[in-house]
């Protein structure tokens, strides 16, 4: 199991809000991407506070395995519930970083199986030499409107607002959190990504880019290029777990 993940300020920011951790042994991988907002500082206070304290939690677990076993959902869960604590708090005591939040999309992946959670409109996708798959589900405007049959998911690639997040965290003392889990075999591929790629890079092409190379860095590294060479409108991040 190979993991690398890589971000970019992109064509038109001032500064990064996104941020993501990779920690590996030899049985599981963990991982997380998270995308801040609320001003330059907030969003980048945000999002390393959130990432940083995810993996620690889980990094902590991953080292007492008998504890984790059977416990992977509460886990992340739980994960979560730390990482949007220590935003919330944070921005309580500092004016400054009032209402700052962070989308997340991560979790623990092995050989057989990826077990995720998500919060915001940052994306899990699940990928195969015979296709790809979004695991987790956009908390956004458009989502909804396409869930309730308003727009077509078409039309959501290209919606004013589709930008507009309905959940994050950080924000409130506490956080809705959606659980997902995916198996996987040998040659399988979790891509963990801010919408700075999904908003740039079709799902096709992520495939493409994962079918025709062997390696994550060289996945990651085109698929970058490709979001930096259509104009990159918001930060990029891309992590990707290769069975």
């Not at 801040?36 to 304290?53: H, N, P, Q, V, W």
């Not at 939690?57 to 739980?78: F, Q, T, W």
């Not at 919606?159 to 399988?188: M, W």
């Amino acid at each position: 199991m190979t993991a690398l993940g890589v971000t970019d300020i992109g064509k038109r920011r001032e500064t990064n809000q996104d941020n993501y951790k990779i920690h590996t042994t030899g049985e599981y991988c963990s991982a997380v991407v998270c995308d801040g907002m609320g001003g330059a500082k907030a969003g980048d206070l945000a999002s390393r506070l959130s990432s940083k304290e995810f993996v620690s939690r889980v990094y902590e677990s991953l080292a007492a395995p008998r504890l984790l076993m059977g416990n992977i959902e509460k886990l992340l869960r739980d994960s979560c519930a730390d990482a949007n604590g220590v935003v919330y708090e944070y921005s309580r005591f500092d004016a400054n970083y009032s209402g700052m939040g962070t989308t997340l999309v991560g979790g623990i992946i092995t050989r057989r199986k990826a077990c995720l959670v998500n919060v915001g409109d940052s994306r899990a996708y699940y990928l195969s030499d015979e296709g790809i798959r979004q695991i987790s589900r956009d908390h956004s405007y458009v989502e909804e409107l396409v869930s309730m049959g308003a727009i077509t998911k078409e039309e959501a690639a290209h919606h004013p607002k589709k930008n507009i997040i309905t959940r994050a965290l950080g924000v409130d003392a506490s956080v809705e959190v959606d659980y997902f889990e995916c198996p996987l075999h040998r040659g399988d591929g979790i891509l963990l990504c801010s919408d700075g790629l999904s908003n740039m890079v079709s799902d096709k092409e992520i495939h493409d880019h994962f079918k025709e190379n062997a390696l994550p860095e060289d996945v990651c590294s085109k698929l970058m290029a490709l979001a930096l060479a259509r104009g990159a409108r918001d930060n990029v991040s891309i992590v990707l777990i290769k069975t």
